[in-house]
């Protein structure tokens, strides 16, 4: 199989005389005329010499990025690759490793189905990893871009019809030729989410029945999302959705959502809590979501609670809410006396739905009898802890400045993304600190769009993961973009993840160690910043992240991985034997205050290949 090539730019360390390289380079041309016209790289280098030029990034800006790199000498690439990473079988094309039932079954695990344990995470110990790349389905095309994509997306690249044909009466999605269309419907939506969302907003008599309130209401939590058109119609509200839904029996549902580039997730509400902080959202949503709320005294609503800000809303669209026969009426009425002792209030009533806010403070709560349940949670209980924690069974109350408050604190959207929150405090960072961060992300992403432009298709991004989050600064930084931002707190910064909420942005928490909850080729770009050092650090292998971040990336999608130079330095031998090699650039970024002692920056493309390109090579 032919080696494609890689660049390395690194001009402060080619230390050879311009003599020494026309030496080398011009015996290289000699012996290697097939790949590329004698003379050339000298020139270039000749010119650089004058310029202050590297002449490879002129190159790559030309597109003449296929150059026989495997042909310089060691002294230049300082490596040879010898190993490489298999392929996996075509079945594997959609594998969540995870999120794998094959795996459940393989494992013999003991899981209560009835609580859909078998729908959390399993992740397979070390031994059972495929550690191979996976392939594209057959016929797989780049993904029509944003906005187009909301309302159409190729049938090759998620060649599954078996929703269009289950919900062919709810208007869910229509298979067309080569497209599968989303007409915007929804099961308690058949005229549109549009004009769903639209009277939701009347109920809750906002402004012009816009559901965005004046900018006060922007994080939303759709469980049970289907193919998310619900989220999809809010974004034109500058309203942000996390959309999710269990790998369960309408199993593609959110790939569907990741295809069309709508803010979405995988994830269950059974044992354990939701990898998203306290207070992170302002309304939740279920629209015949098929969940037993009343399930172990109410936990499922506690979860929500937990999740929602001081006077969030739950808008339950569903059954229970508006049928007249026994069995939905008892169900309604025990769901109306628990959130009636969780101190939660109906504000609204109409047709098919209900929608009850949560008090503003703590006032309710604490006026309760006692021994009332579900009791407040103890105050050693941390609100935040979210990753792998058990759902509590209990009512988590707000932190002593939002029960003075009487709300969240925070400013209307969009200038809550720039106004230090509240909770600040919390996590011991300083108004300055929060001003500073944002403005160094700025001029981070300025750089890293300069070198990025020269081969970047207009509107190329969409679907966008940062895996090291922090405050939310790198998000913050792509607000005139369009695109959305999946913001990662690892598990060792997880109480940061609540300022990026708090900003107006979107995110969970997540442990690099292992694979995340997505299908495979869900996003545009991946942004890795002292990832890479972070999992070294606790003994993690650097392979698995990089066979992992492959399988999230789409075909011609990029990777930013800014980290210490020995790490990037083992990182670019990778480069080839994970296609990422369409194109690259390593670069040494101006210090900032958040730099570590020293820092590069290494940006690769990912090719598009498919299983049939590989046999055939």
């Given at each position: 199989?032919?080696?494609?090539?890689e660049?390395?730019?690194n001009?402060k360390k080619?230390?050879?005389?311009?003599?020494?390289?026309?030496?080398?380079?011009g015996?290289i041309?000699?012996?290697?005329?097939s790949f590329?016209?004698?003379?050339s790289?000298?020139?270039?280098?000749?010119?650089a010499?004058?310029?202050g030029?590297?002449?490879?990034?002129?190159?790559?800006?030309?597109g003449?990025?296929?150059?026989a790199?495997e042909?310089?000498p060691?002294?230049?690439?300082?490596?040879?690759?010898?190993?490489?990473i298999?392929i996996?079988?075509?079945?594997?094309?959609?594998?969540?490793p995870?999120l794998?039932r094959?795996?459940?079954?393989?494992?013999k695990?003991?899981?209560?189905?009835?609580?859909?344990?078998?729908?959390?995470r399993?992740?397979?110990?070390?031994?059972?990893r495929y550690?191979c790349l996976?392939?594209?389905p057959?016929?797989?095309?780049?993904?029509?871009?944003?906005?187009?994509?909301?309302d159409e997306?190729w049938k090759?690249?998620i060649?599954?019809?078996?929703?269009a044909?289950?919900?062919?009466?709810?208007?869910?999605?229509?298979?067309n030729g080569?497209?599968?269309?989303?007409p915007?419907?929804?099961t308690?939506?058949h005229?549109?989410?549009?004009?769903?969302?639209?009277?939701?907003?009347?109920?809750?008599?906002?402004?012009a029945d816009?559901?965005?309130?004046?900018?006060?209401?922007?994080n939303?939590?759709?469980?049970?999302c289907?193919?998310?058109?619900?989220?999809?119609?809010?974004l034109?509200l500058d309203?942000?959705s996390?959309?999710?839904?269990?790998?369960?029996v309408?199993q593609n549902q959110?790939q569907?959502?990741?295809e069309r580039?709508?803010?979405?997730?995988?994830?269950?509400?059974?044992?354990?809590?939701l990898?998203?902080?306290?207070r992170s959202?302002?309304?939740?949503?279920?629209?015949?979501?098929r969940?037993?709320?009343?399930?172990?005294?109410?936990?499922l609503?506690?979860?929500?609670d937990?999740l929602?800000?001081?006077?969030?809303?739950?808008?339950?669209?569903?059954?229970?809410?508006?049928a007249?026969?026994p069995?939905?009426?008892r169900?309604?009425?025990?769901m109306?006396?628990l959130?009636?002792?969780?101190?939660?209030?109906?504000?609204?009533?109409k047709?098919?739905?209900?929608?009850?806010?949560?008090?503003?403070?703590?006032s309710?709560?604490?006026k309760?009898?006692?021994?009332?349940?579900?009791l407040l949670?103890?105050?050693s209980?941390?609100?935040?802890?979210?990753?792998?924690?058990?759902?509590?069974?209990?009512?988590?109350a707000y932190?002593?400045?939002?029960?003075?408050?009487k709300?969240?604190?925070?400013a209307?959207w969009?200038r809550?993304?720039?106004?230090?929150p509240?909770r600040?405090?919390?996590?011991?960072?300083?108004?300055?600190e929060?001003?500073?961060?944002?403005?160094?992300?700025?001029y981070?992403?300025?750089d890293y769009?300069?070198?990025i432009?020269?081969?970047?298709?207009?509107a190329?991004?969409?679907?966008?993961?940062?895996?090291?989050?922090?405050?939310?600064?790198f998000?913050?930084?792509?607000?005139?973009?369009?695109?959305?931002?999946?913001?990662?707190a690892?598990?060792?910064?997880?109480?940061?993840?609540k300022?990026?909420?708090?900003?107006?942005?979107?995110?969970t928490?997540?442990d690099w160690?292992?694979?995340f909850?997505?299908?495979?080729?869900?996003?545009?770009?991946?942004?890795a910043?002292?990832?890479?050092s972070?999992?070294?650090?606790?003994?993690c292998?650097l392979?698995?992240?990089?066979?992992?971040?492959?399988?999230?990336?789409r075909?011609n999608?990029?990777?930013?991985?800014?980290?210490r130079p020995?790490?990037?330095?083992?990182?670019?031998k990778?480069?080839?034997i994970l296609?990422?090699d369409?194109?690259s650039?390593?670069?040494?970024?101006?210090?900032?205050?958040?730099?570590?002692?020293?820092?590069?920056?290494?940006?690769?493309?990912?090719?598009l290949?498919?299983?049939?390109d590989?046999?055939?090579?």
């Open positions: 199989m032919k080696q494609t090539s660049i390395i730019v001009p080619l230390k050879y005389t311009l003599f020494g390289l026309i030496v080398f380079l015996l041309c000699l012996h290697y005329n590329f016209t004698p003379g790289l000298v020139d270039d280098y000749a010119a010499a004058n310029e030029t590297d002449p490879v990034i002129r190159r790559f800006a030309s003449q990025e296929d150059l790199y042909a310089l060691d002294k230049i690439h300082n490596f040879q690759i010898s190993k490489s298999p996996c079988d075509m079945k594997h094309s959609e594998l969540i995870c794998d094959n795996l459940i079954y393989q494992l695990l003991k899981l209560n189905l009835t609580l859909m344990e078998h729908y959390e399993h992740c397979p110990p070390s031994e059972r550690n996976i392939p594209p057959t016929g797989y095309k780049i993904p029509i871009r944003w906005p187009a994509s909301r997306v090759s690249n060649p599954h019809t078996h929703l044909q289950e919900k062919s009466d709810q208007n869910w999605m229509v298979v080569d497209k599968i269309k989303f915007g419907g929804g308690h939506f005229y549109g989410a549009d004009k769903y969302i639209s009277s939701i907003a009347g109920m809750l008599k906002f402004p816009n559901l965005n309130n004046r900018g006060n209401i922007r939303v939590l759709d469980v049970g289907g193919v998310a058109s619900f989220g999809a119609y809010l034109s309203i942000i996390m959309s999710l839904a269990p790998n369960d309408h959110i569907f959502a990741l580039g709508i803010p979405s997730t995988l994830g269950v509400l059974s044992t354990k809590r990898p998203f902080p306290s959202f302002e309304l939740a949503h279920c629209s015949r979501c969940i037993d709320w009343l399930q172990r005294d109410g936990i609503l506690l979860e929500l937990r929602l800000r001081p006077g969030g809303y739950f808008v339950y669209s569903s059954p229970e809410a508006y007249h026969d069995e939905n009426r169900i309604w009425n025990a109306y006396d959130l009636r002792r969780m101190c939660w209030r109906v504000v609204s009533r047709e098919q739905t209900v929608i009850w806010a949560k008090p503003l403070s703590n309710c709560y604490l309760r009898n006692s021994g009332i349940h579900p949670c103890s105050s209980d941390d609100p935040d802890a979210s990753w792998n924690m058990l759902m509590k069974p209990c009512i988590t932190s002593t400045k939002m029960h003075r408050e709300g969240s604190g925070l209307p969009p809550r993304l720039t106004v230090p509240p600040l405090e919390e996590i011991h960072v300083s108004p300055n929060f001003e500073e961060d944002t403005n160094i992300w700025h981070r992403i300025t769009w300069k070198q432009r020269p081969v970047m298709i207009n190329s991004f969409r679907n966008v993961m940062d895996m090291n989050s922090n405050l939310g600064g998000a913050a930084a792509l607000k005139d973009e369009d695109v959305w931002v999946m913001n990662v690892p598990v060792n910064s997880s109480s940061r993840l300022i990026v909420y708090d900003r107006g942005l979107i995110g928490v997540h160690c292992e694979s909850s997505t299908y495979p080729r869900t996003y545009d770009l991946l942004h910043w002292t990832v890479f972070e999992i070294e650090a606790r003994g292998s392979e698995d992240l990089l066979i992992e971040m492959d399988r999230l990336l075909p999608g990029f990777v930013i991985i800014r980290d020995s790490i990037v330095s083992v990182i670019r990778y480069l080839p296609k990422w369409g194109w650039l390593e670069v040494e970024p101006r210090i900032d205050s958040l730099s570590l002692n020293e820092e590069r920056v290494l940006i690769a493309r990912k090719k290949w498919s299983g049939e590989v046999a055939n090579t």
